[in-house]
């Protein structure tokens, strides 16, 4: 019974690792293409969100349309996800550059958790470099 025990476990934290390195990707890829629609399917119901120096906590249709502003004011050009990680909560967390095409630098971060099965978006700051 221990044996069972262990290996569900194994199991289990493997699986956790690989979703977590797929939706590293997905955010990525979200970020990397300005698509608001796309990222919004990561958020949760509240989403606290820094967009240069304004930061509030916003449903996640508001935060949506406030990255979509956002990302049609700064094109992204590029984004490049330099640090990845976990925390013994369960957060995992992304942190990476984003080039806009109208020359500015951006340091980004996510911050995700599991809920209901999926990781979803609880932090998403875009921060002046």
């Known amino acids: 019974m221990k044996r069972i025990k262990l290996i569900a476990l194994i199991l289990f934290a493997f699986c956790s690792t690989v979703w977590a390195m797929d939706i590293y990707d997905e955010v990525a ?4 293409s300005g698509d608001s ?14 967009v240069i120096n304004q930061e509030d906590v916003y449903s996640k249709a508001q ?6 502003d956002f990302f049609a004011r700064n094109p992204p050009k590029s984004f ?3 640090h990845k990680g976990s925390s013994k909560e369960g957060t995992v967390y ?3 550059n984003l080039q806009s095409t109208n020359g500015k630098n951006f340091r980004t971060s996510f911050f995700l958790k599991m ?3 999926r990781y979803l ?3 998403l700051r875009f921060e002046t470099e």
């Open 29 to 32: 890829t979200a970020i990397r």
């Open 37 to 50: 629609k796309q990222l919004a399917t990561y958020f949760g119901s509240s989403v606290d969100l820094t």
């Open 63 to 68: 935060a949506e349309l406030i990255v979509k």
């Open 80 to 82: 490049t996800l330099l």
């Open 94 to 96: 992304g942190i990476g």
């Open 115 to 117: 809920s209901s099965g």
């Open 121 to 123: 978006i609880q932090e």
